[in-house]
C-alpha cells in the first residue's frame, strides 16, 4: 500500500533484548525508505513489565495504582531509548518520546487510563526535520500532569491513537505471529492466514479468544477508520489487513473459529421471576469492578429462573464473594461454578446473510458428541461454552466442517 | 538536631533490593515520627543504571546523550515507586515524584545537566497533606521539555538542591560508610569517624579522591549553606556533619588524609618558554572535554619548560590524541605518559594558620623513602604524587604522624 505517515508497533517479543532491538531498527530503516514519514511505538523489553510488577507485589499485596504507573511506565521509555540509540548508530536521525511528550492526554483511571486526546504536535516537528519518531507504548499523561498506563496491551492503542491524530495511511502492528489466523494453529493444524478482515469481525475475535490484538485498539482503530495492518516482527511474510467492510471485497461467510479457555461459568439458580434481581446482581458485580461476559438467562415457566454467566478465571473469587452476599437478599437458591468450560466461537460478516451457519454448528458439535452449555450470539458470531475437555475437538472440527 | 523539614537521601546500595527497601522506608517512618516533613531523594535500585549504560552500549559506542537521559533516568523512577509503595504498606501516606513533576528545571546539557531552579511547589502541598513525598535523585527537566540528568552523584545534587529550595533544617546523606573518615579504614587500619567538618574541607577531600560525597553536592551545600549529615543507612551510629566553618568550634589542624588511584600524570618535555604555549595546550584539552587536574608548570632556566598535570585515567587516551598533534604546534621537544602513581592529599582548615604541616608532610615521605613527583597545594590543602606502589604506605604514615 502506497503511504506518506506510517505508525508501526513492536510488542515486547520484537524488542526483547539488544539482538531484535536491532532487528528492529533494520526493519524501520527499510520502511523509511520507502515511507516518508515513520512513527515506530514500542512495549518494553520481554518480559520487563511482568518482573517490575513482580517487585511491586513484593512490597505490598495492593499497590496503589498511581505508583504502578510510576512503576511500570519506565518499561516502554527503556526500550524507545534503546531503539532511538540504534537507528541513529545506523545512520537514521531519531528521537524518542515519552507518552508526555508525545501530548497522550488520558483521564485519571490509573493502570486503565482511556486516551482523551493526543496533542503530537513536537511529533509533527520531528517529522518534518525527517526524524524517526519513537514512541514510549502504553503510557499517557493525565490532566493532572501524573502519569498515566493504559492496561493491557496499551502500545497498541497508543499506536492506532496516534495514528488516528497523524492521519497515518494505516497502523502496522509488528509481533511474533504472522497476521490474523483462521484458529490456533497450534489446536487446527490446516489453520491459514487471514489476508483481509473487518473491523467488527476483528473486534468479535479479539473479544472471544484471539490473543493478536487487543479489543481496545481495535475499537479506536474502527472508530477513527485507522486500517490496522498485522504482521511478523521477523519475517517478510505478507501479514492481515484489518479494515472496514466496505473497503473488503470478497468474504469468506466465516472467518474464523476462536476459542477461550480462560473463563468461568456461574449460575445463579432459582431466581426469583421478577423486575430488578438481575439489576441487583449485575450491578453489583460492576461495582466489585467485575467484567461479565456471556449472561443467559432462560424464560421459564415457574417464577423462578437461572441466570448463568461467564466471567474470567481471575475474577472467580471477587464474584463469589460478591454473588453469595446477594444470593439471599434477592431470594435466589443457590449458586453455581465452574471452571472447566471452553468459549467456542465462529466469526463472519457472511452470518448476517447466510441462515444455517447456526444450525451447523450445532451439529457439528453434536456429531462429536460435545455437549453445548450455553449459546451466545450476534449478527457476526455464534458462541457455544462446551466443556473443556471438548475445546480443542470443537475447534478442530468446526474449522474442517466449514472449510476454513 | 531539631529539624520541622528534613530531605534524605537513599544512593543505589541502600535500595539495591526490596528488603532494603523496606528497611529504608522503615527509617523514614522513624524520621517522620520526629520530624514534622520528610522528602526522601533516591538512587536507581543497586547496579541498574550500570546496567542500562551496558545494554545501550551494545548498541553503539556514543549513544546520543539525550537518548541516555532517556534510558538512565528510568532507574529513579522504579525505586521511587517501590519506595512509596513501601511506605504506604506501613502505613505511611506518601506521593513518588519525577524531576519534572518536581519542578528540577536544569540547562540542556544531557548527561552532566546543571540544577538552574527547583520549584517543588507540588513537593509543598504534598507535605502539607502529611505526605512522605519521594523524589527520584539525579534527573531533572530542561527548559526545552527534555528528560535530563545530573551526572555521577547527581542524586546527592538533588537533595541539596531540594534541601535549599525548601529551607530544609539539613540534608541526611544515607549512605553505604557511616560518615567521612579520617582516611580510607582499608588502607589505615586505625582511621575514624570526623564528627564535623566545613563544607571546605570537605569540597578538599571530594576532589583528592574521598568517594563518600561528590564535590558537586557540597558545593551547591556550600553556597547555599545546607548542613548535611552523612551516615549509615543500616545502622544508627552517629555520622558526619558537614557545616559552614563557622559553626565548627573545635577543629584539628589537618582533617584527614585522602587519596586518587584513579589519575595519570602527563608531562610535555621542553615546552618554548613563550606566551601561549600553555593556553594552546590546555585550550585543546578543553575543547576535546578532558578535566584535568593538577598543573605544574616549574620555572626554568633555559628558555624551555616541562609542564605537568594529571588526569582521570579514562581521559589518557583521548589526551594522548590531542596532545601528541600539539606537541609539534607548540614546538614542544616530546611528551611522557605515567599512568602508575598516586595522589595523596592532607587537608585541613587549621593548615592555614599553622606553618609546617608541608615541611612535616616531606619529612614522612622522604623517612619512607617515597619520592614525590609532583606537589600542589591550596589554603587547605597538600596533594603530593607518588608512585603508585607507594600510595597506601603513604596515607598510612601520613595518617600516624599527624595523629589524625
Excluded at 511482568?50 to 499497590?63: R, V
Excluded at 502504553?138 to 498515566?148: A, D, L, M, P, R
Excluded at 521477523?234 to 476462536?258: C, Q
Aim: net charge negative; proline share 3%.
Amino acid at each position: 500500500m502506497e503511504a506518506t505517515l506510517v505508525v508501526q508497533k513492536y510488542g515486547g517479543t520484537s524488542v526483547a533484548d539488544v539482538a531484535k532491538i536491532k532487528n528492529v531498527a533494520k526493519r524501520v530503516l527499510e520502511a523509511k525508505k520507502k515511507i516518508d514519514h515513520v512513527v515506530v511505538v514500542v512495549s518494553a523489553l520481554g518480559d520487563t513489565t511482568d518482573q517490575l510488577a513482580g517487585l511491586a507485589c513484593q512490597i505490598t499485596k495492593s499497590p496503589p495504582e498511581r505508583e504502578m504507573d510510576m512503576l511500570l511506565s519506565t518499561g516502554e521509555q527503556v526500550s524507545m531509548a534503546l531503539l532511538a540509540m540504534a537507528l541513529k548508530e545506523m545512520g537514521q536521525e531519531a528521537v524518542s518520546m515519552t507518552g508526555q511528550q508525545v501530548e497522550i492526554l488520558t483521564d485519571t483511571g490509573h493502570t486503565r487510563a482511556k486516551i482523551r486526546h493526543v496533542g503530537a504536535r513536537r511529533v509533527i516537528q520531528e517529522l518534518r526535520k525527517g526524524k524517526v519518531v519513537v514512541v514510549a507504548g502504553f503510557q499517557g499523561v493525565s490532566s493532572e500532569g501524573e502519569i498515566t498506563t493504559l492496561g493491557r496491551g496499551g502500545s497498541d492503542t497508543t499506536a492506532v491513537a496516534l495514528a488516528a491524530a497523524l492521519h497515518a495511511d494505516y497502523c502496522e502492528i509488528c509481533t511474533d505471529v504472522e497476521g490474523v489466523f483462521t484458529a490456533d494453529p497450534r489446536i487446527a493444524p490446516d489453520a491459514h492466514k487471514i489476508d483481509r478482515i473487518s473491523f467488527e469481525e476483528m473486534l468479535e475475535m479479539a473479544a472471544t479468544g484471539a490473543k493478536v490484538l487487543q479489543s481496545r485498539s481495535v475499537e479506536y482503530a474502527r472508530n477513527y477508520n485507522v486500517p490496522l495492518y498485522v504482521r511478523s516482527s521477523f519475517n517478510e511474510a505478507p501479514g492481515t489487513w484489518v479494515k472496514s467492510e466496505g473497503e473488503i471485497m470478497e468474504r469468506p461467510i466465516i472467518s474464523a473459529v476462536t476459542h477461550d479457555f480462560s473463563e468461568a461459568k456461574v449460575t445463579v439458580i432459582g431466581v426469583p421471576d421478577k423486575p430488578g434481581a438481575a439489576a441487583d446482581l449485575f450491578g453489583s458485580l460492576a461495582d466489585a469492578n467485575v467484567n461479565i461476559d456471556m449472561i443467559i438467562q432462560n424464560v421459564s415457566d415457574h417464577a423462578r429462573t437461572d441466570i448463568s454467566f461467564t466471567v474470567s478465571k481471575e475474577d472467580l473469587q471477587k464474584v463469589k464473594e460478591v454473588s453469595e452476599k446477594l444470593v439471599g437478599s434477592i431470594g435466589a437458591d443457590g449458586i453455581s461454578y465452574d471452571d472447566k468450560i471452553a468459549r467456542i466461537t465462529l466469526v463472519g460478516a457472511g452470518m448476517r446473510t447466510h441462515p444455517g451457519i447456526a444450525a451447523g454448528m450445532f451439529k457439528t458439535l453434536a456429531d462429536n458428541k460435545i455437549n453445548i452449555e450455553m449459546i451466545s450470539t450476534s449478527p457476526i458470531k455464534i458462541s457455544c461454552v462446551v466443556g473443556m475437555e471438548d475445546g480443542e475437538t470443537a475447534v478442530r472440527e468446526l474449522h474442517k466442517y466449514f472449510n476454513l
